[in-house]
């Protein structure tokens, strides 16, 4: 009986081959979509562990509409995942996003997978506005000053993170971008930062899909604490013209102006910063908390 069995599979899947060789068009079915799927369905990718701090910043996703985008950020602060979350958990803080990988590999999950989460802002991606309503935003800690490297553990857990959003939803690979790509107008957004490795993760995930991920068995350690902690200082470029400009692009929240302008007090009245001004931006978030609120 089993023999019977096997016959008729093999048999059946010869002349599915035949059937599918012989089809017209064959060729032009999107021939890594279907093996994505196979892939998909071959290893079950488990969920990660996730510490969960919901964020009230959040909505519903329109009628009908699933997640089939996967946004990536840096949180441009020194702070933990779990002090992202925090912030995140504070209604004036007018931001979200669905997860947050912390720099040693734990996940903090703020907003479900099923409700917008406000992480994208004016954007658009593949001609379609308002990336928020389809998205799945992940938060990244890094500084986002394109020198603090992006740790090992940080990376295997991103990685991780993000196989599983694709299998679960059926993300496209093609689907997955970074705020910097997606931002409206072009160029206003810089995450995530130009040492993040998007081929690292890529290559990452697919191995992940296709069950032949391995683990890093040495994991880095993350950077050792700033020599600041309070603030680090960038130099003002042309179009950033008021504090809001600088939170949105350095901060990722116009909403943080003003800790800038609690951090520069002597700019507080100018109407324009001028070009090439030394601006000091906070490493934390704790500014929030205990300077400006
Ligand atoms: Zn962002």
Request: include cysteine.
């Amino acid at each position: 009986m089993k023999n019977l069995r096997q016959t008729l599979f093999a048999a059946l899947g010869i002349s599915l081959t035949l059937v599918a060789c012989s089809t017209p068009g064959f060729r032009n079915l999107a021939p890594n979509t279907g093996l994505q799927a196979f892939q998909a369905r071959r290893n079950v990718i488990p969920a990660p562990e996730l510490m969960v701090i919901p964020s009230p910043n959040q909505n519903p996703r329109p009628e009908g509409v699933k997640p089939d985008t996967i946004v990536l950020h840096h949180t441009a602060t020194a702070g933990t995942a779990e002090r992202v979350a925090r912030f995140f958990s504070r209604p004036d803080a007018k931001v979200s996003a669905h997860y947050i990988v912390d720099r040693t590999g734990y996940i903090v999950r703020s907003v479900p997978d099923n409700m917008n989460s406000w992480h994208a802002g004016r954007s658009a991606f593949k001609g379609r506005p308002n990336v928020n309503d389809f998205s799945i935003g992940i938060e990244i800690c890094n500084l986002g000053d394109s020198i603090e490297a992006y740790p090992d553990a940080q990376y295997d857990a991103l990685i991780k993170l993000v196989a599983w959003l694709v299998q679960t939803h059926q993300i496209s690979l093609d689907n997955i971008t970074r705020h910097r790509d997606i931002a409206v107008p072009a160029g206003r957004k810089i995450d995530t930062s130009n040492n993040f490795s998007v081929a690292r993760l890529m290559d990452g995930v697919q191995a992940v899909l296709a069950g032949t991920y391995v683990t890093p068995p040495n994991m880095q350690p993350p950077a050792p604490p700033l020599d600041n902690p309070e603030w680090r200082t960038v130099r003002v470029q042309p179009g950033q013209q008021t504090f809001e400009d600088l939170a949105d692009i350095y901060l990722d929240n116009p909403q943080r102006a003003v800790e800038i302008a609690a951090l520069n007090p002597e700019l507080r009245e100018a109407s324009q910063i001028p070009l090439g001004q030394l601006i000091r931006l906070p490493n934390t978030l704790d500014y929030w908390d205990t300077h400006v609120h």
